[in-house]
């Protein structure tokens, strides 16, 4: 016996063959809107200001996520990339055919809907459907409930799926865009040039990280992806640019959890005559700028669980170094450890297991993650690395064992 999915797709494949015996392709070459679902809503609430304002005739487009049929009408709510609208859909209005083409929609299906705009009884804003075209007939179902999308495994698995049923989660992807934008603003309103530099490299230096390997086939020779885009930068900063930066993809064959990816985003800057003391100063007041043009506040709320904290990103942060944040979060001065084998002993009395072939920094680093980390919830440099974790990054001048 079929699944109930199984069931749900034939009948839908039967839906989409209804409309090919009528001559209709249920998958158009394309589609041209007028207005997009909140364009149109705002071109109403502007004709309405008007005394003699006529209602605009509209064509709009999106995905169907809500479908009440009652006899020879229905109405539908249809969702773009700006939101959702109402349509109305009439048997008096959209003829025989048109309503024939109703009866085969359903909930995910993309469709068409043009019309004049008319306020309801409850005051939604409406397109009066006289003509309705489908776009995309959906053969799958869409989530179980619009309002969510609750399988965390099949969330990040079928991210599309996603988006369609979590109003929320569009919202943070725009909101990173929002972000990437702002930041890209405001470097280049700084001098600084934006760059593209290799991905697939000989060396794959810059971060100790363990790399991606590829092969070349023209070449015959295995390469790298980049762990990090340092080198690179740093080489166009000794040909005579002082300001450069990417926004650049990462990869590093590591570990994957809520704090790391294989793959991911990273920005680097470097600045020509600044220290990290420069950096710093720009960093916290980039961090701040973003965060008011993309989120309207320097405070912003972060939820993590059942934790609900106010970040504040104001600047001056905080500046910590790394010895002092051990010492205040661990209780374990690195100065007193400088050995592998005495640090690992301590680790082990602090209920942790040191990573196998791993030298002092990595260990050092591995105590932060565990036991400073969880501690700093406010923006907090934290500073003067051992020279084991960033061996490329210049040595503090009173203590050459730390940058």
């Not at 309103?189 to 086939?217: C, D, K």
């Not at 990462?250 to 470097?270: A, C, D, H, Q």
Request: overall charge negative; glycine content about 8%.
């Amino acid at each position: 016996m079929a699944s109930k999915e199984e069931q749900i797709y034939q009948q839908r494949l039967t839906k989409l063959q209804r409309l090919r015996a009528r001559g209709i392709d249920p998958y158009p070459p394309r589609y041209h809107r007028t207005h997009t679902n909140s364009d149109a809503v705002s071109a109403f609430e502007a004709c309405e200001s008007q005394e003699d304002g006529h209602p605009p005739l509209v064509k709009v487009a999106g995905r169907v996520t809500a479908l009440r049929r009652m006899g020879k009408a229905a109405f539908l709510d249809l969702r773009d990339g700006s939101g959702r609208l109402q349509v109305s859909a009439r048997l008096d209005r959209l003829g025989e055919p048109g309503f024939e083409t109703l009866r085969d929609v359903d909930l995910g299906d993309i469709l068409g809907a043009e019309g004049p705009l008319f306020r309801t009884r409850t005051g939604e804003v409406t397109v009066d459907a006289g003509h309705l075209t489908m776009l995309s007939k959906a053969l799958q179902t869409p989530p179980e409930k619009w309002h969510g999308l609750t399988d965390v495994e099949q969330r990040y698995r079928q991210r599309y799926r996603d988006l369609i049923a979590n109003a929320e989660v569009r919202e943070l992807f725009l909101m990173r865009s929002q972000v990437v934008a702002s930041i890209r603003r405001f470097l280049d309103r700084r001098g600084f040039i934006e760059v593209e530099t290799p991905i697939l490299t000989e060396h794959w230096g810059g971060a100790a990280a363990r790399p991606f390997i590829t092969h070349h086939n023209e070449l015959d020779r295995d390469l790298y992806m980049r762990v990090a885009t340092e080198l690179y930068l740093k080489r166009l900063i000794v040909g005579g640019y002082d300001k450069v930066y990417e926004i650049g993809r990462i990869f590093r064959n590591e570990g994957v959890g809520f704090k790391w990816n294989p793959e991911f985003t990273m920005l680097e800057s470097y600045e020509a005559y600044a220290d990290y003391n420069d950096v710093m100063a720009m960093l916290e007041e980039m961090v701040a700028h973003a965060a008011v043009e993309a989120a309207g506040s320097v405070k912003v709320r972060w939820e993590h669980a059942d934790t609900v904290e106010e970040m504040d990103f104001t600047p001056p942060w905080r500046r910590l170094t790394m010895r002092q944040a051990l010492i205040d979060y661990a209780g374990i001065d690195p100065e007193e450890h400088r050995e592998i084998e005495g640090l690992q002993i301590r680790m082990k009395e602090m209920g942790l297991e040191p990573e196998k072939g791993a030298g002092r920094g990595k260990l050092l680093d591995q105590i932060v993650s565990a036991y400073v980390e969880p501690k700093l919830i406010q923006p907090t440099f934290l500073l003067d690395y051992p020279v084991e974790l960033s061996p490329l990054a210049k040595r503090k001048p009173d203590n050459a064992a730390y940058v």
